[in-house]
């Protein structure tokens, strides 16, 4: 969200192929600790928030590499503050923590059962039993984030550690383990967020939430599950199928500097369309005759397992070109080699229950079916990372995303002694650690055939000025993955870098439009004409919808507009609507993003309130106005192509 500068400085200060009968029972202990949870009541309820009881996310975490033999961590477990960075020195081994805690969850949330602020250093332990039938594996602890730092300990002993809020982990555990018994899983998290002169990815988190910034997340947020496999496994799939039937697919194993043979069955249903023997922790091609290509319209998936020894994992994929090119003139998007008009939302990913963690999987997929339901072809995932289940359901169901990098935090200044303001922005550590977790971002998602586009920097935040990062980013992100476009700078501060020219402005678009407002740069015709921000009217409601935070509800007039009826914001919508599709149809415009799914905190601009139980939009009208802008795009792009 766009938001004046003035305002800135004043900042200061999947469908799971495991077997259902094959997760062993969770724990006697943690179910016995299970009677002292207790959800503590947050500012506003999900319909979910109910449903969501001691045994959350059951769903197999890893759509795209399955394990049949593993057992779920979540649930109740311990948890205590710790008074400093320090503490990691001293483990409280073989103790019991000051209280339960809900895993997975932020320990900012209400469904957490702590709801706590300035949650900087913790202690989290649980303790699990390997299955007898797992004996002579390699026993893999998984985490699929923890935000921000994580130091493992088991049985007594530090077994890894993990920097980086939204990304998975893996940890062999085997040597720690004691058979038959219960083994003690000991955390310890550090997460600054925006303390002091940290400069991390952070996305909308901070310590002091007002308007546009949000509530934090600290903690073990996504699931965490312990599977078998054999010594030498597949530790990593990297997959990409095109237009033509190519598959190019990475095996990544345990043992890195040994090349084996794979084997690789894709299925079309009951049907195997390609068998493929190739070699361990290199790139190799293979094609599939005339698959059913994957769109929006027509989300087709194909399954595939892979063979490596005695280990075997089960994924899948979805053909199809995400590239751009020329037509009638225009630098367009282009999907299958057409051009594609994305239209999605902004979509951040808040829950007033569980912060970064949606109540559960239902929950996490109505936001995406609503979306679906109205004509969006596509969601933009901003500055925030979702467990992988998320990007499951997108290419389920048909919704490209546009995956934004986690952005540093934004543009602050602070007073110093000598009454000087500072810019606060990342040194050259801190921005060599946003490059290192632009790389593992990329690399653990783009094998998700619904993921178009990556977005390097949003708004300037973290942004340097004294050079232009942005350049050899965007270089570094197409050398890992050449099959996606880059919109290297979404709003603000374009230098020319990647190949989006990507307008933001409120409440009217400026997409791909020969005038634009100060705050942005004029559009650019080398590159893709795009409205990454727009819209964001506000209508404000009752009580029982809102974030019942004084604070929060102390920023709603700093809403660019307030539509005081739903029928007038619908008007409103329908006007914003319309602006765009004359882009289209007269100028440049190839796609945008309407500010946004849900009402967040104090922000009540959301197509549907943040509790999800009252929609703003007239069905009918939304779906005419989004077809409107499809046919607008359909009529430019018949003519001659070149790319
Ligand atoms: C955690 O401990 C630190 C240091 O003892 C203290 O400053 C902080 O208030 C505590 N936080 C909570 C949430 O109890
Ligand atoms: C296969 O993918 C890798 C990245 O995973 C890339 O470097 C390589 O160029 C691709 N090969 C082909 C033939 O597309
Ligand atoms: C492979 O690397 C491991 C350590 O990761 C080492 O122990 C082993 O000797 C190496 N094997 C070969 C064949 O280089
Ligand atoms: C992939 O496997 C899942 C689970 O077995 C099944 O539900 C789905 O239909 C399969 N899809 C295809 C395209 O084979
Ligand atoms: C104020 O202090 C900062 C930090 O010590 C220094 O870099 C800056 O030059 C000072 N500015 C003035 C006007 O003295
Ligand atoms: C929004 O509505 C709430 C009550 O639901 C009220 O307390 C608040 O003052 C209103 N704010 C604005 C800007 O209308
Ligand atoms: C917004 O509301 C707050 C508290 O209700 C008030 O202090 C502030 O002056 C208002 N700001 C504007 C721009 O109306
Ligand atoms: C595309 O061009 C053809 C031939 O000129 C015409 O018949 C058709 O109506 C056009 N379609 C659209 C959507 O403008």
């Known amino acids: 969200m766009h938001f004046l500068r003035s305002a800135i400085f004043s900042l200061l200060a999947g469908t799971s192929l495991a077997r259902p009968g094959s997760q062993d029972k969770i724990s006697t202990a943690k179910q016995a600790r299970a009677a002292g ?123 890894g550690f993990h920097r980086g809020g939204y990304f998975r982990f893996t940890l062999d555990v085997t040597s720690f383990l004691k058979p038959g018994q219960q083994n003690e899983l000991l955390v310890f998290v550090h997460d600054p967020t925006d303390d002091g002169d940290y400069v991390i990815p952070i996305g909308k988190q901070t ?40 598959v190019n697919m990475t095996v990544h194993t345990s043992s890195a500097n040994i090349t084996t043979s794979v084997q690789v069955v894709v299925h079309d249903g009951e049907n195997v369309v390609a068998t493929y023997r190739g070699p361990t922790n290199q790139p190799f091609q293979f094609k599939v005759d005339s698959p059913k290509l994957w769109s929006p319209s027509s989300p087709n998936l194909y399954n595939i397992t892979v063979t490596l020894g005695k280990d075997q994992v089960q994924s899948y994929t979805g053909f199809r070109t995400i590239s751009k090119g020329t037509v009638d003139g225009v630098v367009r998007p282009l999907l299958n080699g057409e051009f594609i008009f994305m239209f999605g939302t902004l979509d951040q990913g808040f829950w007033p229950d569980g912060i970064y963690t949606a109540p559960t999987k239902e929950a996490m997929v109505y936001d995406l079916q609503m979306l679906k339901s109205l004509g969006f072809n596509m969601v933009r995932k901003h500055i925030k990372v979702e467990p992988e289940l998320f990007y499951r359901a997108c290419d389920e169901l048909g919704l490209l995303v546009i995956q934004d990098m986690p952005a540093l935090r934004p543009i602050q200044s602070r007073t110093l002694p000598n009454c000087t303001s500072q810019t606060i922005l990342p040194n050259a550590a801190q921005q060599a650690e946003f490059s290192r977790q632009l790389e593992v971002l990329v690399n653990q998602h783009k094998s998700f055939p619904s993921i178009a586009t990556w977005i390097i920097y949003n708004e300037g935040w973290g942004q340097l000025t004294d050079y232009y990062p942005e350049f050899e980013l965007t270089d570094r992100v197409k050398q890992l993955d050449p099959t996606r476009l880059v919109d290297s700078t979404t709003g603000w501060y374009d230098h020319g870098a990647g190949d989006f020219s990507d307008n933001h402005h409120y409440a009217n678009p400026q997409c791909g439009t020969p005038f634009y407002s100060t705050s942005s740069s004029p559009y650019d015709d080398t ?25 929060a509800i102390n920023t709603i007039n700093q809403t660019y507009e307030i539509d005081i009826t739903l029928d007038a914001w619908n008007y409103r919508s329908h006007l914003l609507l319309s602006e765009l599709q ?61 790319s």
């Open 582 to 642: 004359d882009q289209v149809r007269l100028f440049s415009c190839s796609g945008g993003v309407w500010t946004q799914t849900t009402d967040v905190e104090g922000e009540v601009n959301g197509l549907m309130t943040y509790d999800r139980r009252l929609s703003r939009v007239d069905e009918d009208q939304w779906k005419a106005d989004i077809q409107g802008l499809y046919d607008a795009a359909a009529a430019r792009s018949n003519g001659t192509m070149s």
């Open 207 to 246: 310590h002091r939430p007002s308007h546009i910034f949000y509530t934090p997340c600290s903690g073990i947020w996504q699931s965490v599950w312990i599977e078998a496999a054999p010594q030498n496994h597949v530790s990593g799939l990297d997959i990409d199928g095109n237009m033509e039937g190519q």
């Open 527 to 551: 590159r893709i004409g795009f409205q990454g921000e727009f819209g964001g009217i506000g209508n404000n409601v009752s009580i029982e919808h809102l974030w019942n935070n004084q604070n």
């Open 37 to 159: 949870y207790a959800l503590k009541e947050p500012p506003l309820t999900t319909p979910w928030t109910d449903k969501v009881g001691t045994d959350p996310w059951p769903e197999y975490p890893r759509p795209q590499m399955q394990r049949s033999q593993w057992q779920n961590l979540n649930g109740v477990w311990q948890y205590q503050n710790a008074s400093s960075l320090a503490a990691v020195q001293n483990p409280p081994f073989g103790q019991d923590l000051a209280q339960d805690v809900l895993i997975p969850s932020c320990l900012e949330s209400g469904l957490s059962g702590v709801q706590g602020e300035y949650m900087i250093y913790s202690w989290f332990s649980t303790s699990f039993k390997v299955p007898k039938d797992w004996h002579g594996q390699s026993i893999l602890l998984n985490f699929g984030a923890v935000d921000y730092e994580a130091t493992v300990f088991v049985n007594g002993k530090k077994a």
